[in-house]
């Protein structure tokens, strides 16, 4: 049982302009103001460089594959620091034994980061894509996680998976996803990007064979960096670069051309080259350790709370959305009646200064630990003003 408490509003740790109802996580997440002072630490340095060991070039990585393992109870030998979600997934994807005949179980809509690598895949092993679709529109009450489950069988090659499905917060059961891939031989691939940092991952509950997430959402840091964890059946992966920094030895400079076959052990051989950004690296460590301080549990206990009163909002005022135990408790997807004309929300809602995004026909509704209940009110203000006319 869970003793977490609902997070208390972190307002005053950024930098958010009063009046502006930012409702939008899910596309850019805000920086907390000790990121930020990070980034110009990291940039000052770069302005003015003091003589510094080359370890440096990975101790601030190794930092963050420790606090990032903490955060989803993964390994921090097993976490690859790249550039997207696109870059993990397409290293999963040529590392995975699939053959003719095999098949590749994906959702309707998902990102498209977790679906080119497998098209690409598909095409050249003459693979079959299932594309688990829709079971109509919200409430599906689960039934499209049912189908999702059913999908996967003794042809399975690879399962790839978000836990909550981007444009609207549709969860996946991962843990029972997982079992049954396990059970069929098949890899687990999961884009936790619309969980990590708003809601506790488990590393070890699931068991993906890859999880991947990018830093400049939820997880509140920067942009062109994520963590991804790689599980043991990539051990001895090729990776996408042949790079160096992944290598046994790359610490000692003096010693780099006496060039190595052999990598650092874990998931090292996936780090995407020049990962030790002196920026951004620290940015994303100090964002990490943040959001492990305030704690996954209690950050989604609070953007739950928050969103209770516009799910109920939307209920008196027949805005459709997923059925409450089937869908993130961090944010919401809503769909617009058809009574409501889109541009005259969209002008309400610019007028008011409420920003969010609409995604795949739905209007993603994502807070974040910065957030307040008068955001949420302005919002609520916005769909009652367009609701009666
Ligand atoms: C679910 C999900 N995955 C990944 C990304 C970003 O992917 P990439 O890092 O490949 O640009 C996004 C961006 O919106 C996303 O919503």
């Known amino acids: 049982m869970t003793t977490a408490r609902p997070l208390p509003s972190q307002r005053s740790e950024f930098s958010v302009e009063d009046g502006v109802h930012y409702l939008n996580c899910a596309y850019f997440g805000p920086l907390p103001k000790s990121v930020e002072a990070a980034g110009i630490a990291g940039i000052r340095m770069k302005s003015s460089p003091a003589p510094f060991p080359s370890t440096n070039f990975f101790t601030d990585i190794d930092g963050l594959k420790t606090e990032f393992a903490r955060l989803v109870g993964g390994e921090a030998h097993r976490v690859a620091v790249v550039?997207?979600?696109?870059?993990?997934?397409?290293?999963?994807a040529d590392n995975v034994c699939a053959g003719p005949g095999q098949n590749i179980v994906i959702v309707?809509?998902?990102?498209?980061?977790?679906?080119?690598?497998?098209?690409r895949l598909a095409a050249e092993r003459d693979l079959e894509i299932r594309v688990v679709g829709r079971p109509g529109p919200p409430p599906s009450r689960g039934l499209w996680n049912d189908r999702v489950l059913s999908a996967i069988d003794v042809a399975t090659a690879v399962v790839a998976l978000p836990q909550h499905h981007w444009t609207d917060g549709s969860l996946f059961d991962l843990v029972a996803a997982g079992r049954l891939?396990?059970?069929?031989?098949?890899?687990?691939?999961?884009d936790a990007s619309q969980t990590v940092g708003a809601a506790p991952f488990s590393v070890s509950e699931v068991q993906p064979d890859m999880m991947v997430t990018v830093a400049y959402k939820w997880l509140m840091g920067p942009y062109s960096l994520g963590a991804a964890h790689f599980g043991p059946r990539f051990d001895d992966g090729r990776p996408l670069e042949a790079g160096w920094m992944g290598r046994e030895g790359a610490e000692d400079f003096s010693r780099l051309a006496e060039y190595t076959s052999h990598y650092r052990p874990g998931?090292?051989?996936?780090?995407?080259?020049?990962?030790?950004?002196?920026?951004?690296?620290?940015?994303?460590?100090?964002?990490?350790?943040?959001i492990s301080e305030w704690d996954p549990a209690s950050i989604e206990l609070r953007l739950g709370e928050l969103?209770?009163?516009?799910?109920?909002?939307?209920?008196?005022?027949?805005?459709?959305?997923?059925?409450?135990?089937?869908?993130?408790?961090?944010?919401?997807?809503?769909?617009?009646p058809d009574h409501v004309d889109p541009e005259a929300f969209d002008r309400a809602l610019a007028a008011e200064r409420v920003y969010l995004s609409r995604r795949g026909g739905s209007l993603r509704v994502s807070p974040g630990v910065f957030s307040e209940e008068s955001d949420i009110g302005a919002l609520i203000g916005v769909m009652r003003s367009v609701s009666s006319g």
Do not use: K
């Not at 309707?108 to 098209?119: G, H, I, K, L, T």
């Not at 891939?181 to 999961?190: C, E, F, M």
């Not at 998931?267 to 943040?290: K, Q």
């Open 83 to 92: 550039g997207s979600v696109s870059y993990a997934v397409s290293a999963a």
């Open 108 to 119: 309707e809509d998902q990102f498209p980061s977790n679906v080119y690598a497998w098209q």
């Open 181 to 190: 891939a396990r059970q069929v031989g098949a890899a687990l691939i999961v």
């Open 267 to 290: 998931a090292a051989r996936y780090d995407a080259g020049e990962t030790s950004n002196f920026i951004t690296v620290p940015m994303m460590r100090e964002a990490l350790r943040r």
């Open 307 to 336: 969103l209770t009163p516009l799910a109920e909002a939307a209920g008196e005022l027949g805005w459709p959305c997923e059925d409450e135990a089937w869908r993130a408790r961090h944010f919401l997807g809503l769909r617009l």
